[in-house]
């Protein structure tokens, strides 16, 4: 029976407090969510068997639009500069007025897990306003055994409505479009964006929140296993190779975007991958590829021909941030479990649209702090409205609009684990050489995965080192299989002078950046800085 009570045995209590609710259809599976959204008109289906929605207006995340309630809990532990606040009183008014736009509708409603680690895990109940939103985030998140559901009792409440619209002076958000967190309650109010990744981050952002109190690094990152059960991590931002790199066929997959560090190891937040498409194919990305065209994916803001429905990943018309969701078993060298042992290996990814960083370099663990505190990767036109030429994006812990806490908070805890398990720590540079966005090439991606295999597999550690003169880490001077002079940067540059007046710009960018985290760093870390004095 699917129209049932909301506060039953069965499934448990939550806060939502919905009244008068049509039909609530509850942990259906790919099947009957595809039938649903396809008998309200809310996708197609794609050659291949791939359900295809468009997201609307919102093709992407609305950070400014997302708000976390200042209420006595919050207010001495959330970083302020980085969240705006909702009043109680505000999000009180919210959530009553969500409750009444949804009397009379029928929604979906999935019970889930965040996080394979049983100690740290939340359990997620999920009610949304369109099925293949309901398809999305349980392709996202972790499902229950079926047999766990009997004595499921949620902790969490997310309520996504895309069709409620928000009131600025009414509830003291800054448009229409409102993502408000109510830590203290546990409940998540999404209303007037169709995205459902804003679903996927705010399960996120609420780990963020609470993991570091027990002492787990929640971290913005992709992670796999090698053959001798030796891990690693990727720290990137949208765009870096996060989701690429870590699908390596020789290499188990954990995960593609969202991992924890316990005492006990790594474990996966999630239970599928939310892949960018934009140029996605079967030659360069085979495992993706073929996992974006089955039964179960959700395509978003895709173009399909309307008569053959074959869809075109290389059309960017509707958006360049176009993306695929599916789950993890999608992928043959899947972890079953989700959770492997401490890492050997991290690697930061930045696509340094500039075109002078290297494509690999060592970090010393002062250095990785420096650039994790950092998080530099940078914008170009097109990926972003309004964007003309190349503009440095710094997002600090290599995900800033989900960090509720302070950003040392996930850096002091970070250092302990780097020192304590004296983890090896890369750099690598999947942006551009020689010459800056729109005279130099992509980083060649055979020569970044040539040099991440040689990172992972510890031949890397034992290369000859030069020093950065504007960087300052080492960076080796030969590898097998990689052309030399890429290793170095200014000798891909025809214009050397112009080289290093761009390096010295960048460095420049970095400092100015760094000064809002000077006072929550040691003398190591602030040594640690790109500077211009060892290229003079």
């Known amino acids: 029976m699917e129209n049932i009570g909301l506060f039953n045995a069965v499934h448990g209590a939550d806060q939502s407090g919905f009244r008068k609710l049509k039909t609530v259809y509850w942990n259906l599976e790919a099947p009957r969510l595809y039938e649903e959204s396809l008998k309200r008109g809310e996708s197609q289906i794609a050659r291949g068997g791939a359900l295809c929605a468009d997201t609307g207006s919102h093709t992407g995340r609305s950070p400014k639009d997302k708000f976390v309630v200042k209420d006595a809990q919050t207010e001495s532990n959330v970083w302020w500069e980085n969240n705006a606040a909702m009043s109680p009183e505000h999000f009180e008014t919210l959530l009553a007025d969500f409750l009444a736009h949804a009397e009379g509708k029928e929604l979906f409603a999935q019970d889930l897990y965040g996080g394979a680690d049983p100690s740290h895990r939340v359990k997620a109940r999920v009610y949304t306003e369109y099925a293949w939103h309901s398809l999305f985030i349980r392709n996202l998140l972790i499902r229950p055994e079926q047999g766990e559901l009997a004595s499921y009792v949620p902790e969490m409440t997310i309520i996504d409505l895309p069709s409620f619209k928000a009131d600025p002076k009414r509830h003291g958000c800054r448009t229409d479009t409102v993502i408000a967190i109510d830590f203290t309650r546990k409940i998540v109010l999404v209303g007037n964006s169709a995205y459902a990744g804003e679903m996927k981050k705010s399960v996120f952002t609420y780990l963020n929140y609470v993991l570091p109190t027990k002492g787990v690094v929640p971290m913005h990152c992709s992670a796999n296993v090698g053959a001798k059960d030796e891990s690693a991590i990727f720290f990137g931002l949208s765009g870096t190779g996060k989701t690429t790199l870590s699908a390596d066929p020789d290499r188990t997959l954990l995960g593609d975007d969202e991992h924890g560090w316990s005492k006990d190891g790594i474990f996966n937040f999630e239970g599928g991958c939310y892949a960018k498409t934009i140029k996605l194919s079967a030659e360069a990305e085979p495992q993706i590829y073929a996992a974006s065209l089955r039964f179960g994916t959700v395509l978003e803001n895709i173009v399909m021909d309307p008569i053959t429905r074959e869809v075109d990943f290389d059309d960017q018309s509707k958006t360049e941030n176009t993306r695929s969701a599916y789950p993890l078993d999608f992928i043959p060298n899947a972890s079953r479990t989700g959770r492997a042992g ?195």
């Open 342 to 536: 401490t890492p050997k290996n991290i690697v930061m990814l930045t696509a340094d649209a500039f075109g002078v960083m290297p494509p690999i370099a060592k970090l010393t663990p002062a250095e990785a702090m420096y650039h994790f505190l950092s998080g530099y990767t940078a914008k170009v036109a097109g990926t972003e409205r309004g964007l003309v030429g190349v503009e440095p994006e710094f997002s600090t812990c290599f995900g800033s609009p989900f960090l509720p806490r302070h950003p040392s908070e996930y850096a002091n805890l970070l250092r302990d684990f780097i020192a304590k398990h004296h983890v090896d720590c890369w750099l690598v540079n999947t942006g551009w050489t020689g010459g800056k966005y729109g005279t130099g090439r992509r980083m060649p991606i055979r020569v970044t995965r040539r040099l991440l295999s040689a990172a992972l597999d510890g031949s890397l550690s034992r290369a000859d080192y030069r020093r950065d003169p504007y960087f300052g880490f080492a960076v080796p001077t030969s590898v097998p299989g990689v052309e030399p002079h890429i290793l170095y940067p200014v000798k891909t540059w025809q214009d050397k002078a112009e080289f290093a007046e761009t390096a010295k710009k960048l460095v420049g960018m970095f400092a100015e950046n760094f000064k809002r985290f000077e006072d929550h760093v040691d003398d190591s870390v602030r040594a640690a800085a790109p500077t211009n004095s060892l290229a003079a």
